[in-house]
């Protein structure tokens, strides 16, 4: 049987978010779905602030609105892990990004594997 | 590079992306959830999730999504693609007609793709199947 992929613990998910090397920010412009890459500048449970990539312009004027950020790895099927987090843009200039975070969760395929794909040994 | 075309993210695919999936929750805020993507073109993408996912509940109430992608050294091109997703249950043929010829992903172990199959056959996977906008 397949199981979904486990949760991480809070510090977890935000380690892997400081620590990733790109991650995705989307912000919700009133009319449409905005995502850019951004980097990591600085973290913390409460506040993660992003550097934006290519110095784009959905991070002007979007203070107030609700934003998620996403980062995630993926070597091998056991190494997938993501972390997803949520909240709403206390500040906005030109290239960089502030967030107050609200939620963080994060998830882990680690051990999740069926047995017979484990083993390499087709189940009849 | 042009960050909203769909050419972008299929020449970006042979490189193992981060692929994310944006939506919409039930308080109309954006939720992303890391995805791998089973086919893309220039109509669409399509992925694979678990029928009883929150993200299924999500593109339920709303449809409208936004496929984010970029190189997983933060370096290489991205985009970011708006289109409108659909959620359903494939029959077998159905299945395989969707899906096409997707190449296999060295890091998933041998037996991976047709187990997600059979989850998808069995109805316990549903596949989420995004339609680019116009101009996307």
Redesign the interface.
Known sequence: V?R?PRPLASDDALDLLVHS??A?L???DGE??????V?ILAATADVVEVAV??DSAVAVGLADR???L???E????EQ?R?T?A?GVIVHGSRGVVTLALRAVTGFSFAGT??E???T?V?EA | VE?SSPETLVALLPS?P?V?L???DR????????M?VLRADKDGALFTT?RK?KKVEHLQRDA???V?A?????EAP?C?L?GVASVWSPSAPQLDQAMGSTGGDP??????AE?VKQ?IVEG?RVLVEVRWNEGA
Do not use: N
Request: glycine share 10%.
């Open positions: 397949t979904g090397s790109a995705a989307c912000v919700d449409h779905l905005r995502a850019v890459p980097r990539r290519d609700a934003a998620c996403v980062a995630d993926f070597a091998s099927y997938i993501g997803i949520r594997l069926p017979h794909l484990r390499g087709e | 960050h193992r981060a994310v944006f939506c919409r308080h109309g805020a954006p939720i992303g959830y890391p791998t678990y996912s409208r999504v936004c984010f970029q190189g997983r050294d933060g991205w970011s708006e890091r998933v172990p041998p037996g991976m187990h989850r316990k």
